[in-house]
């Protein structure tokens, strides 16, 4: 189940029961809605987020779902599946949470922030993004894209289709380091957005990685 090039990842296909896919995909905030913070840094990123858990709590299949896959029972698989011990959830959903991307938008290839200044003394260890994309086309482009180390190629390259859930390593063992990003611009009609839940999970315990100290999110130019 998992793949280990180029860094330790799962990809699990129909991840969630068509009912309940139904439930989240009809609930997710609709593009003028008041849930959303657009953020945008133009040589890093653009995109909506929703992080406001008191916003959340208002969309009640989602939190549902939010809150199981940051149980304890949810983060004991994935404990299982990554041979990482002792994992816990963001319940701040710091980075996290609800994310839409349109036309135009972007995600620059990076290596995530290793803490989080709401998680004090937690290193972060996962990234699990659940996509909602129904009718994804190739040339929307927004595959989630894998990079090697030296960052000389995309080693994996995963569409954001609908039910797809995605799980990996941020900070793998030894001189691996998890580099990801979706860096080719959205190229989707008005009206159709890259949609996606991102939860986090940290250990108190300090990886034994290559970017081992504190870093901030380290964003790096690819060709």
């Avoid at 009809?26 to 653009?46: A, M, Q, V």
């Avoid at 995309?154 to 380091?177: H, K, L, Y």
Wanted: net charge negative; glycine share 6%; proline share 4%.
């Amino acid at each position: 189940m998992i793949r280990e090039n180029p860094f330790p990842h799962i990809i699990w296909d129909n991840f969630l029961d068509t009912e309940t896919l139904s439930f989240i995909k009809d609930e997710f905030p609709h593009e003028d809605s008041d849930f959303w913070t657009w953020k945008s840094n133009d040589t890093n990123s653009i995109k909506y987020m929703c992080q406001d858990q008191s916003l959340i709590d208002k969309l009640p299949n989602i939190n549902n779902l939010i809150k199981y896959l940051n149980s304890s029972y949810f983060c004991s698989i994935l404990s299982s599946i990554f041979g990482i011990q002792n994992l816990v959830s963001d319940d701040d959903l710091a980075g996290g949470g609800l994310h839409m991307i349109g036309d135009g938008g972007f995600l620059r290839v990076h290596a995530d922030f290793n803490q989080s200044d709401k998680k004090i003394g937690y290193w972060r260890r996962l990234n699990l993004l659940l996509y909602l994309n129904d009718d994804w086309k190739k040339t929307y482009n927004g595959n989630l894209e894998l990079w090697n180390t030296d960052l000389t190629k995309a080693e994996v390259e995963i569409e954001p289709i609908s039910n797809r859930m995605v799980c990996f390593n941020t900070q793998p063992d030894g001189d691996v380091i998890a580099y990801h990003g979706h860096p080719k611009p959205l190229n989707v009609p008005k009206g159709i957005y890259r949609k996606s839940i991102a939860l986090y999970y940290y250990t108190k315990e300090k990886p034994s990685s290559l970017l081992s100290e504190k870093h901030k999110t380290l964003y790096m130019d690819v060709q």
